[in-house]
Structure formats: structure tokens, C-alpha cells
């Protein structure tokens, strides 16, 4: 099956400073990879995603870049503010109507005003 | 705009009872995705429904069963609870939608959650 690793577990950033959370996933028909921020003792909210035929993405402040030849994608957030501190997770779908994720460890962000 | 439903929010249970979790989706969704979140981990896969049959089956115990409904909620039905169930459930549903033909992927939007306690 699929497997996602994601790095770092931690960052730690000061405001205004950009971040980049890594991630690369082993299956290669994975074509469908959205992230979720995640709040403590909330619900995991999709705020990006990128489908296998694009490269990058972007929506305002943050970003995300697909190598599919390198089977690895990543998270850019400039500008950070303290309200972006949360959990972040990676995942990563075949493109299938109702294709489960499968999800990185997730990456702690923490930023200090 | 409507979001996807989970009851209860907290539950309570002593080891070896069972519990129902209920989720109720986005209005007009029509697959359910049911996750399991430890402290400090990533959600795992259980199960998942589209149009009321198991699309997909995760790393669900024995113990647990689930479905999907006419109305599209979906039960999650836990016996013989451990200590170790101790976690946060989440639902997820989306849209399986076909174009000319082809099906498309749709995002996955989770509930709130349920967290449920195995004392």
C-alpha cells in the first residue's frame, strides 16, 4: 500500500518568516495529494491541494509543489502568522472516486510573534 | 454552508461495552470515510461507503462493524472496547462524481470528531 513520510515533525519559525513542510509518498499511481491543518482536539481542515497534473499551486500565502518524478510534494507558507501554528498533514490518494488517504505523521508548526 | 455531522462529540464507556458513533454528511455526498486518531498521531483509515455498499476497508478491528444508510449517515458500531480504542473518530465524506464517463476525485471534508474514552 501507500506510504507517506513527512518532515519536519517539528518547526518552529519566527512571524513574517516563510516554512516548507516536506513529504514524499511511495505509491507511483498516488495522483491526488490535498493538506490538512489540524488545530489540537479539532478537526483536520483541508487548505490545499494539488492534483498529479500540475506542478504548483498556490492560494495566497501558502503554496505547494508536486515532483512526481521524485514522488515527493511540498508545503511553502509565507508571511507566517501566530494563527498558523497547528499541526499540518500531508497525504496522498490514487484518483479514484472515493480513494482513501493515506496520511503523513504530520508536521507540529509553531510561530513566535 | 453545511458541514459534516458527528454524535455524540464525547463519549464515555467502560472497557468491554459498545458504543455507536452516527455521522451525517455534507447534504448531497455521497461517500463516508470513518478515521481513527490517536494522541499525537495521524488519522488512520477504517472503513469507507459510497451509495451505501464498503468501498474500501482500512485497518479496522474485528470488534467494530459500520454502515451506510438510505439517508447516507453512517454508523460506526464498536463491542468488546479496549483501553487502547481510547482516540478521536472522525467522518469524512465527499463526492464521487463522474465525468463524461470518468470518475473524478473529490476532497474530503472531516466532522468534529468524537472522542471517545475507554475507562
Known amino acids: 500500500g501507500e506510504n507517506v513520510e513527512q518532515h519536519p515533525s517539528t518547526l518552529s519559525v519566527q512571524e513574517g518568516d516563510s516554512a516548507v513542510i516536506k513529504c514524499t509518498y511511495s505509491d507511483s499511481a498516488s495522483n491526488y495529494f490535498p493538506w490538512y491543518k489540524q488545530e489540537l482536539g479539532k478537526r483536520p481542515q483541508l487548505i490545499i491541494d494539488i492534483r498529479s497534473n500540475v506542478g504548483e499551486k498556490k492560494d495566497q500565502r501558502i503554496a505547494v509543489t508536486l515532483n512526481k518524478t521524485a514522488k515527493h510534494f511540498s508545503l511553502h507558507i509565507t508571511e507566517t502568522q501566530p494563527e498558523d501554528s497547528a499541526v499540518y498533514f500531508c497525504?496522498?490518494?490514487?484518483?479514484?472516486?472515493?480513494?482513501?488517504?493515506?496520511f503523513g505523521k504530520g508536521t507540529m508548526l509553531l510561530v513566535s510573534p | 454552508a453545511a458541514g459534516v455531522i458527528q454524535s455524540p462529540r464525547h463519549l464515555i464507556k467502560e472497557k468491554r461495552e459498545t458504543a455507536t458513533l452516527k455521522c451525517y454528511p455534507i447534504?448531497?455526498?455521497?461517500?463516508v470515510y470513518w478515521y481513527q486518531q490517536g494522541p499525537g498521531q495521524d488519522p488512520q483509515f477504517l472503513i469507507s461507503?459510497?451509495?451505501?455498499?464498503?468501498?474500501d476497508k482500512g485497518s479496522i478491528p474485528d470488534r467494530f462493524s459500520a454502515q451506510q444508510f438510505s439517508d447516507y449517515h453512517s454508523e460506526l458500531n464498536m463491542s468488546s472496547l479496549e483501553l487502547g480504542d481510547s482516540a478521536l473518530y472522525f467522518c469524512?465524506?465527499?463526492?464521487?462524481?463522474?465525468?463524461?464517463?470518468?470518475?473524478?476525485?473529490?476532497?474530503?471534508?472531516f466532522g468534529p470528531g468524537t472522542r471517545l474514552t475507554v475507562l
Open positions: 447534504p448531497r455526498h455521497d461517500t
Open positions: 469524512a465524506s465527499s463526492l464521487y462524481q463522474r465525468t463524461s464517463g470518468r470518475a473524478t476525485y473529490n476532497e474530503q471534508f
Open positions: 461507503f459510497y451509495e451505501k455498499m464498503q468501498s
Open positions: 497525504a496522498a490518494s490514487i484518483k479514484t472516486g472515493y480513494s482513501t488517504l493515506t
